[in-house]
């Protein structure tokens, strides 16, 4: 069974960092993309970053740019998003997912697998 597991999440104050991971199993992902994407309450979900099968090229959504990275350890099967400075509008469930793609995308309609979220607050 294939699976991905978002960690990492928490409440945090506005200016501080959390580190999220999302460990796959039941098959490798190493020759596919990865993103995150996050749904803030009452919203719709969001994309938020998205990495190529080899870590080369990345693609980040306009309010996380300079905040936000977005990385892979294809040995691990896993893929992480280290958030820096957080703001309030930041707060929301984070979903990690990949992509049928070698390449970063920010469609999700391209992503076939979906974890089921880990819950980010940050407080004002």
């Known amino acids: 069974q294939v699976q991905l597991v978002e960690s990492g999440g928490g409440l945090v104050q506005a200016g501080g960092s959390l580190r999220l991971s999302c460990a796959a199993s039941g098959r490798t992902f190493s020759n596919n993309a990865m993103g995150w994407f996050r749904q803030p309450p009452g919203k719709e979900r969001d994309f938020v970053a998205s990495?190529?099968?080899?870590?080369?090229?990345?693609y980040y959504t306009d309010s996380v740019k300079g905040r936000f990275t977005i990385s892979r350890d294809n040995a691990k099967n896993t893929v992480y998003l280290q958030m820096n400075s957080l703001k309030f509008e930041d707060t929301a469930v984070y979903y990690c997912a990949a992509a049928n793609s070698y390449y970063a995308t920010t469609t999700p309609a391209l992503y076939d697998y979906w974890g089921q979220g880990t819950q980010v607050t940050v407080s004002s």
């Open positions: 990495i190529s099968w080899s870590g080369g090229s990345t």
